[in-house]
């Protein structure tokens, strides 16, 4: 029976109603605060400081011991260093799945449950877990699936989609069946008005409130290239560096009639393939390849293995609306993803998120996506080799 349950308390609204309300279950609470950036480096730039402020107050208000934990030196290792290395080679990674699953459902995870001897983990998070959100079917022996929460607009499963599965089993999502504006109304009612009017924050959190293109030039060195037309193979103008670049970005090139927007990176030529137009072909893909999954759910796992094809749905954007899918294995277990439907600006580096109607499912990084283009010109070589 789980009676005792660490608390990642972020100094932000809904980690402090995440306490809160197992207070008032009857658990025995403990918040810890990760400290995952060196502040020093940031000359006050980031608003850990702030935060940790703020989850002392919270904790004081709701009395609940609060401790720290430092990570600073394993988030440079495992997530801050694969960020600057994706965007060398002209990917574009996402940090907040990377930190949930090396950092808050591994390190931390595993600190609160073997060293500091908790029964389970509760965050902020919006989701459910199939167990319940206080995990009260735990004695059921069932595996432990992650769910869609109330409010859809807050799911937070994409960004939970590559923690380990073993985590999920003893991991409580107690704003799982709350509206956001019904957190923010219970934490005004108990007491904690600072926080419920507190600005979320939004983006990456070591970037702080600066440009990122002023940010990322302090870790990787300017190095000038040619924007080309992906269809005539014309230069038409000048970047300082892929790393400041994404699939889909608009480049604002002057004297052309129509804007042109990045369609692919090359980083072994430091060369930026743009196209002109916002739909244009070449930002439009259906097929997409994907490295190996990372499975929260092991009966779509084993029928993907049993059978080749798992029927899903597929998001590469936590915004965007999911699309129908199919998830096939092919030659030299590579993974590939035929999409219903075009989507445009699928981005390598960024990870393809599976769900089914009620629940995620997993996700995989995606290595590249091919431009609906090619794919119709390798079809029809394909029918005129049939024909010929």
Known sequence: MIRNVVVGVSGGVDSAVTAHLLRERGFNVLGVFMRNWDEMDEVGRC????????????????????????????????VFTQFLDDYQQGMTPNPDILCNRHIKFDLFHKHALENLGYDAVATGHYARNSLGNFLEGLSSGKEARLLIPADTFKDQTF??????????????FPLGELQKSQVKELATKIGL???????????????????????????ITSKKGHFVDIDTGTVVGEHTGIHQWTVGQRCRLNSFLQPYFVARKEAFSN??????????????????HVDSPNWLCSKSQKKLLDTGNLRCRFRFQHTKPLVDCHLRICPENRFQVQLDAPLRAITPGQYAVFYDDSACLGSARIFSADPIKECLEAQHSKIRKLVS
């Not at 960004?159 to 409580?172: D, E, H, N, W, Y």
């Open 159 to 172: 960004f939970l989609a590559g923690i380990p599965r073993k985590a999920l089993q003893r991991t409580m």
């Open 47 to 78: 608003s850990g400081e702030a935060d940790l402020k703020d989850a002392e107050w919270a904790c004081r208000r709701l009395g609940v011991d609060l401790t720290q934990v430092n990570y600073v030196r394993e988030y440079w290792s495992a």
């Open 193 to 219: 008005q600072r926080l419920a009017a507190k600005k979320e924050s939004t983006g990456i959190c070591f970037v702080g409130k600066r440009n990122f293109k002023e940010f990322i030039q302090e870790y």
């Open 271 to 288: 060369t930026i393939f743009v196209a002109s137009g916002h739909n244009h072909p070449s930002l439009l893909s259906t097929q997409i």
